[in-house]
């Protein structure tokens, strides 16, 4: 079955500054997506990516998926309190049904 | 729009008890799902729709039963709850259509069994 780690687990960093999390895959993957959960809410879409090599951003989130669909990065750029929650990535290794696997989960904190 | 509604949002059970979760969208979407999340761990699929009156079992679906009469309700029954059961549980729902990927998420019932 589909198995995801997420690196780190937890990250603590001043505003500010910039952050990577990482997520593995141990199959190839159709489809990466990455959700933000804020504490004790439901998830909230990101984004997702598809083809090798994509990379997508929004306002100052941009996610990569590498060449081989494997790995995926997050990068938060001058994080503020806002980004604070769980960083979940998922994998759709459904062809179709978007049945989603779920890694475990970074937990960022962003100190003001 | 409302999106996904799950209620209750808070429940603790006795042992060997039943409960229905009940799970409402209001986006005419096609795909609903349940989930699981225990502390610390990420979110795992107990079933899943694709559409009413077709469901199918995920990740970790013993214990647990769903029904799809209608596009916008997919309740999921615990039929003997254990402790075991003691988890977050999340409905979502999706759109099946070229280029939307997208799952909308309840706010979750959390569940306490004793």
């Known amino acids: 079955s589909q198995e995801l780690e997420q690196s780190p687990q937890s990250l603590i960093v001043q505003e500010g500054k910039n952050l990577t999390i990482n997520c593995t895959s141990s199959?190839?993957?159709?489809?990466l997506y990455w959700y933000k959960q804020k504490y004790g809410e439901g998830l909230i879409f990101l984004m997702m990516?598809?083809?090798?090599?994509e990379e997508k951003s929004h306002e100052k989130i941009t996610a990569k998926l590498d060449e081989k669909k494997q790995q995926s990065s997050l990068h938060i750029t001058a994080s503020q309190p806002s980004h604070a929650g769980i960083y979940l990535c998922?994998?759709?290794?459904?062809?179709?049904?978007?049945?989603?696997?779920f890694g475990t989960g970074t937990k960022l904190q962003v100190i003001p | 729009n409302a999106g996904v509604t799950q209620t209750p949002k808070f429940r603790i059970l006795k042992i060997g008890q039943s409960m229905t979760l009940q799970c409402t969208q209001d986006?005419?979407?096609?795909?609903m799902y349940w989930y699981r999340q225990d502390p610390g761990m990420g979110l795992k699929l107990i079933y899943y729709?694709?559409?009413?009156?077709?469901?199918d079992k995920g990740e970790v679906p013993n214990g647990y039963n769903v029904s799809r009469s209608t596009t916008e309700d997919f309740p999921l029954r615990l039929e003997l709850a254990a402790p075991s059961q003691t988890s977050v549980y999340f409905c979502?729902?999706?759109?099946?259509?070229?280029?939307?990927?997208?799952?909308?998420f309840g706010p979750g019932t959390r569940l306490t069994v004793t």
């Open positions: 990516l598809q083809k090798g090599g």
């Open positions: 199959k190839t993957l159709y489809g």
């Open positions: 729709s694709v559409g009413a009156g077709i469901t």
């Open positions: 986006m005419n979407h096609n795909y």
């Open positions: 998922g994998a759709d290794n459904s062809g179709g049904y978007q049945k989603v696997t």
């Open positions: 979502a729902s999706s759109y099946a259509g070229q280029d939307t990927y997208e799952q909308y």
